[in-house]
């Protein structure tokens, strides 16, 4: 029986390399001159550092720029509260989400069960869901209406298999 795997996956190579390029473009631009402003990537955390409030958005948006130029889905990062720091300067930490959790991996079997043609079914495996049809075109289907919705992380479909 034809199967395959969703999971949810975020490509730390590009993640490190759009970084890289913003900081890059921080230390160019004219109106971040003189701010402080920086990105630093370790591990699954972005922190984002700069002078102000106003600066640290534009130092997102320079981030989630580089992002998408590299095939990066924004759904994965999980930005929290914008915290003071020394002087009046800005700090924000960005987590990047990776691996379907219990309650996603529940969302996609439910949707799955309710929308899927007869014969087709699906089970959780740890951080990613088997997918299993009669048919391949009932796959196929089934890919076609989960990119077609939209789940808060990013789906990929990978191990497709006859």
Do not use: Y
Not at 37 to 58: K, W
Not at 71 to 93: M, N, P, Y
């Amino acid at each position: 029986m034809p199967t395959f795997d969703i999971v949810s996956q975020v490509d730390m190579q590009e993640v490190r390399n759009a970084v890289d390029q913003a900081q890059r473009e921080l230390s160019t631009r004219f109106d971040f001159k003189g701010t402080d402003s920086s990105v630093e990537l370790s591990g699954m955390e972005l922190r984002l550092h700069s002078s102000t409030e106003d600066r640290l958005r534009a130092v997102l948006q320079v981030v989630e720029e580089k992002l998408v130029k590299r095939q990066v889905s924004l759904k994965c990062l999980d930005a929290q509260k914008v915290e003071e720091a020394s002087k009046g300067a800005a700090r924000q930490t960005i987590t990047i989400k990776s691996g379907l959790s219990p309650d996603n991996a529940k969302t996609i079997n439910r949707w799955i069960k309710e929308n899927a043609a007869k014969g087709t079914s699906s089970s959780t495996q740890g951080e990613q869901v088997r997918v299993t049809a009669k048919k391949r075109d009932d796959l196929q289907a089934v890919i076609a209406g989960l990119k077609a919705e939209d789940f808060p992380v990013p789906l990929q479909f990978e191990n497709f298999r006859d």
